[in-house]
Every structure is written in C-alpha cells, then in structure tokens.
Nanobody, 121 residues
C-alpha cells in the first residue's frame, strides 16, 4: 500500500484544516488507519486512529475534541479534520495503515510521506 498525505498548509490559530490520505496499490479495506504528527525536535506521536470499517475511533489527548478522523473506503481515502488549531499543532502529519488494530499501540505497517501543518499565532 502506498499512502500519500495532503492538505497541510499555513493557517492562523483557531482555523481549520482537513488532511487527506490517499492510498494506491491496494484497497484500504481491512486496514486500520492512523494519523500521527511530529513537531520539530520531538518524537512522532499518535493523533487519531480509525478501524477498518470506520465504526471505531481512537484519539490521543492531542486530538480529542478538536480533531475528527474519518474514512471513505469506496474512495480509498482517510481524513483528519482539524479544528480550533493551535500553534502547538504545528508539525508534519503522517498517515499510516495497520493490518491489525488502529490505536496508538497498533503495528502500523505502511506509512505515507507527511504533510506540513503550520499554525501561526
């Protein structure tokens, strides 16, 4: 599975962005999907995950309440809607696919190149 994240950009604090993760080479059906981010000088961290059928989601404290993960298996896409963005949300955001699980402890097998999100104050 090849994954490509897009939708990042520069936004003011309080604004919103919707990230997309497009898959090619294989259907995303059957894979849990996750979004991670890495801020400058920090380790990559889990933001949100969604089960293969979209019925179950998991959020870190970072994403809970402001971010929403979703997916459209028919289009082979996953999304991360981010609202009320803060400067500390700045970083590179990655999408990933897991054959088993979707939460922070899942073993994500495939990773896309990240998309930069910059939130100005």
């Amino acid at each position: 599975v090849q994954l490509q994240a897009s939708g990042g950009g520069l936004v003011q604090a309080g604004g919103s962005l919707r990230l997309s993760c497009a898959a090619s080479g294989r259907t995303l059906r059957g894979y849990g999907m996750g979004w991670f981010r890495q801020a400058p000088g920090q380790e990559r961290e889990f933001v949100a995950g969604i089960g293969a059928m979209g019925s179950f989601t998991s959020y870190s404290d970072v994403g809970q309440g402001r971010f929403t993960i979703s997916r459209d298996n028919a289009k082979n896409l996953a999304y991360l809607q981010m609202n009320s963005l803060k400067p500390e949300d700045t970083g590179v955001y990655y999408c990933a696919a897991a054959r088993i699980g979707w939460g922070p402890d899942a073993d994500f097998d495939y990773w896309g190149q990240g998309t930069q999100v910059t939130v100005s104050s």
